[in-house]
């Protein structure tokens, strides 16, 4: 028993000292514990700071490339709205060219056309002033375009019997054409047309300038024949008659000398 209550001290003291040891171990790693979470805390907020800065620096950054992009957008849109405007322009312009260029196609074309219209006035006019061979009377002979005129005028007016027209027209004839092929047709349809306006010694002068200068045309026997109707008409029938003898003389197998002797029966 002695001995046992001997032992005790020891093993109470052993017994001690384990529990304080192992409260000193239970006791180490709770204020272990304790230090890891502050750091963790402190680990996490330095984290969270981090982060959000970083969040920020990236709205900040975003934030100036939004700016930055909505500027170039707009730039952009500026340009293109200036580049329509350009495009609009130039297709006025495009469309005030293509209106020109029409307008100035249709005047070419109208130029074009006086030209074509006044080069053939120019050749129509060329043709007119040259000369140009005629048939007349079984007879080719060269004459002005304007002799012509003038001759197949006088010859229209004579067909109508508006005999002092024809009179001034062949009388204006012969004195500007005094060599024209026509020249002894023109005599002749003077002497008629005198005749008919009863002009009768300006007819007879006519005539007889026809005989005289060609004996031998066609008409010189009618023209024989007509200074006689004019001597009838001015009452002068013996120089009627002498001038029927000339005719049936000269012309003997003529209509013109057949007419002149029925005609001498009615000349007292």
């Not at 040891?21 to 230090?35: D, M, N, S, V």
């Amino acid at each position: 028993m002695g001995a046992v209550m001997s032992r005790l001290p020891r093993v109470l003291s052993g017994a001690l000292t384990g529990l304080c040891l192992g409260a000193a171990l239970f006791a180490a790693p709770a204020h272990a514990g304790l230090f890891d979470d502050d750091e963790a805390r402190k680990a996490i907020l330095d984290l969270r700071q981090r982060i959000e800065q970083g969040n920020e620096l990236q709205r900040t950054r975003s934030a100036e490339q939004t700016a930055l992009l909505t500027e170039q957008i707009n730039t952009l849109k500026r340009s293109l709205l200036d580049l329509n405007n350009q495009i609009e322009q130039l297709r006025g312009d495009n469309a005030k060219l293509r209106g020109q260029n029409e307008q100035l196609a249709r005047d070419l074309s109208e130029v074009q056309r006086l030209q074509k219209d006044m080069q053939a006035g120019v050749d129509d006019r060329i043709r007119k002033m040259e000369p140009q061979k005629v048939s007349f009377e079984g007879r080719e002979f060269v004459v002005e375009p304007e002799e012509k005129r003038q001759y197949d005028e006088a010859m229209e007016a004579l067909r109508k019997s508006d005999f002092e027209r024809t009179s001034t027209m062949l009388s204006a004839f012969r004195k500007r054409y005094p060599a024209s092929g026509y020249g002894d047709s023109a005599l002749f349809w003077l002497g008629n047309a005198q005749y008919g306006s009863r002009q009768y010694k300006d007819a007879i002068g006519s005539f007889r300038a026809l005989v005289s200068a060609s004996p031998e045309n066609p008409k010189s026997p009618e023209a024989l024949l007509a200074i006689a109707n004019c001597y009838a008409e001015l009452k002068d029938a013996k120089t009627a008659r002498r001038t029927i003898e000339e005719l049936v003389k000269y012309y003997p197998k003529s209509e013109a000398a057949q007419a002149g002797r029925e005609r001498l029966a009615s000349l007292k």
